[in-house]
Structures are given as C-alpha cells and as structure tokens.
C-alpha cells in the first residue's frame, strides 16, 4: 500500500506531516511526499489567510487528478475552521482539525468527522520522518497571544508545551545536520515542570547537529536565552523577530504586546552576543486603517533595525477576529504597500549579505538544482556553490548570485 502526504501552510504543518510520514511507514505504507498515485493521502491543510484557506480546498481536486480512487483524510487548520467544506467532497473519507493530529493514523479505515473539542494536553508525535538535511522539531502547540488579524489561536487552541527530556532527546538523537525548534508560539515554551527555553537550549549544548530556533516573539529575547544560546556547540545565530507593523499605533491595533522601543533594545541585545547574527522579521502590509503615514513609519523602522530578510505579506481578513471588523483597506492600496515594503527588504538583504563576502561561512547542503548545490549558512543565507556537495562545510564567500550568494569549498585543514 502506497500513502502520501501534501503538505500546505507552516513549517510546524511540515513537521507534523513528518510525523505522519513516520506512523505510516511504521504501519508498513510506502511512504512520499507531494502529489503521485497512492492509496491513501493525507491532506494537511492551512487557514492562515484566506488564500491558503482556499488552497487547501483545491487541493483535494488536485490529488483527485493524479490518484482518483485514493482515500483521502483531512487534517489541519482549514478543516478546523470549516469541516463541512472537505467532508461533502468526492474522495475524502476522514476530516479531523488542527488538534491531536496524530488520532488521524488511527482513522485510516474510517469514516466521518472526528473533531477534538479540548485541547487536552501536548500532543506527543512520532519523530517526524525527514528528507532533507534540515529536521523541524516541534516543541510547543498553540497560541495564547490573539493577536487582532490572526485566526490560528481559534483552531490551534491554548498553548501547551511538550516536555523538555522528549525536546531534547529528538534534537540530540536528530539525523539531519541541522535541527529547527518550531511550534506555533515558540516563545512560550514551558513544559510541566516549568523549564523554558533557554533551559532546553542547555539540555541540548552537546548536539552534533546545528541547532537554529524558529520564529519568537519579542519578550523571549532576554539575557538568560542568549547566555544560553551560546553555549551550544552549534547555534545557528538567527533570530526571527516577528514585528508585524513598525507603527506604534498599529501595534495597538494588532494587539502585539511590545513597543517600537522594546523591539529596538532587544535587536540590540541580540547584536551584544551575536554581532554577525541574522535578525529577520514579518511585516503585515496594509492592516486595516493602516494610513500613508504609518506605513512611513514601518518604512523607517525596518531600515532603523537593518533586517537581513523580510517576509512581506498583505493583510488578509479572516472572520471571527477582531481585526475582521475594522474596515479594510482598498487592494490596491495593499498592493502599493506591499511592493514598496518588498523594495526595500530586497536592498536590506543585499546589503547585509555584502558585509560576507569574502568571509566563511558553515554550509549545511540541501538539495542539487541544476549547476549548483543549494543550503543555508548558520546565519540564513542563500548559499549556492557550483559542485556536489554532500554535508556540511566551510565555504568562502564570493559574490551575490539569484536570492543569496555564491561561495566555493574552503580547503579541509589536516
């Protein structure tokens, strides 16, 4: 028997379908990802914005395309948010939600609806199954910020954690050469017996792979963390901020819980420890009431902070939040924004990998594509390096080429 996975929306949807991928392969499926002819899919899906929503829902259409008499199970946020609109479609069998994913392997005979109606506790999955060279590693379900755009919080549930010895051991135990910490609210890590983050960056100092965190929020950046950081054998010096909006007004809107001020000292905090590190954020173009003056604002700041990456995206309304209820800003408007904003992230970008040419850098390899070999460094650049290469490496630096920059294998000291 033949089972497939498809995947839409965030790396902790990744991680989870890893996951599945793993229980399959252990029930005696021939496992893969993507869409090809199978027996059974299971369909992952994203609610994040309304286009992802919409996605989720072509997708069933899609695998019908390539495997017309496969069994189709439904899981994620968008079948969270509305079951009925996958259960009436031709082919699927099962729809679950976002919660206690891992009931689905249970499910695989069945037939009908099965949504959790609790939280319950932190759903504890297999090691996720990895082909890559980069493993995600969820520690963390949930989200108790609800912040005023975002939905995940009303699908996801409360925020629970996963207890550190389990964290740990599947980042000690990882086979990939780099292992990243993702949940939905990384920050708010804290298992049962009260341990955090920074406790769990010490649990796993020792771990022969590179170790990078996933997106945080502002209040986690604090001395205990980054003194802790620094003693991993391998960290990877990149921290993802989310930010949203540089304007002090619509940060009130946004109900984010951090000022303007509190963002700045905590780059500059991170900039003490880790001079070379790679700050990277989220900006939300057009927010609702959002005027031509906030936006300067954002402008402003992002340049201020000098961001190595920013992910730009236009606001998209979501029903049920409260952002749901201002009045939205005209599209294209949005879409001025959003291009003005994704202008200067492309020279922000440029401008912090020039500050490395020339230098070295650890290459972590993931796949081939044409003449080059394609990875990341420690600090989240785009690495291209024209010949095969199977593991991890030094390399230097050359010149900047596509989304990243080129660079050639250092000469192995012996």
């Known amino acids: 028997m033949k089972a497939c996975i498809f995947t839409l929306g965030c790396k902790v949807n990744e991680c989870e379908s890893g996951s599945l991928a793993e229980g399959l392969a252990r029930l005696g499926y021939e496992v893969a990802e993507g869409l090809a002819p199978a027996d059974v899919y299971i369909l992952n899906t994203c609610a994040v914005t309304a286009e992802a929503e919409k996605k989720s829902r072509q997708a069933v259409a899609r695998i019908r395309a390539v495997a017309p008499d496969a069994r189709i199970l439904v899981c994620g946020c968008a079948s969270e948010r509305a079951p009925a609109s996958f259960a009436g479609k031709p082919g699927v069998t099962v729809v679950t939600g976002a919660r206690q994913k891992g009931k689905i392997l249970s499910l695989l005979g069945e037939r009908g609806v099965f949504m959790e109606e609790e939280d319950g506790g932190y759903d504890e999955l297999l090691p996720p199954r990895t082909f890559r060279a980069r493993a995600f590693v969820k520690i963390q379900d949930g989200c108790n910020n609800f912040c005023s755009y975002c939905i995940i919080p009303y699908l996801r549930g409360r925020s629970r954690s996963r207890r550190l010895e389990s964290a740990a051991g599947e980042i000690l135990a990882c086979p990939a050469e780099e292992a990243v910490v993702t949940g939905i609210d990384v920050s708010s890590y804290r298992d049962e017996g009260g341990r955090d983050l920074a406790d769990l960056l010490l649990a796993v100092k020792d771990a022969r792979c590179r170790v990078r965190l996933g997106s945080l929020e502002v209040g986690a950046v604090t001395e205990k963390l980054l003194c802790a950081a620094e003693q991993v054998r391998d960290f990877a010096p990149h921290f993802h901020l989310s930010l949203q909006s540089g304007a002090e007004r619509v ?153 990243g920059l080129l660079a050639v294998p250092e000469p192995e000291i012996r």
């Not at 900039?271 to 900006?283: E, K, L, N, Y």
């Not at 927010?287 to 402003?300: H, I, K, M, V």
């Open 251 to 403: 940060l009130r809107k946004m109900n984010r819980h951090y000022t303007k001020e509190d963002y700045r000292a905590r780059v500059a905090l991170i900039r003490a420890h880790f001079p070379d590190a790679a700050v990277t954020t989220d900006i939300i173009a057009g927010f609702p009431t959002e005027t031509e003056e906030d936006f300067a604002e954002t402008l402003a700041f992002a340049e201020e902070i000098g961001f190595a990456q920013i992910h730009c995206f236009p606001y998209s309304r979501r029903e049920g939040t409260n952002a749901a209820k201002l009045p939205d800003l005209p599209a294209a408007v949005k879409s001025g924004r959003l291009h003005r904003l994704l202008a200067l992230a492309a020279r922000l970008r440029g401008e912090y990998e020039g500050r490395f040419i020339g230098k070295t850098l650890e290459f972590v390899p993931e796949e081939r594509v044409g003449e080059y070999t394609e990875g990341y460094s420690e600090n989240y650049i785009r690495l291209y390096v024209a010949q095969p290469v199977a593991h991890k490496c030094r390399v230097r630096a050359v010149r900047a080429v596509k989304d």
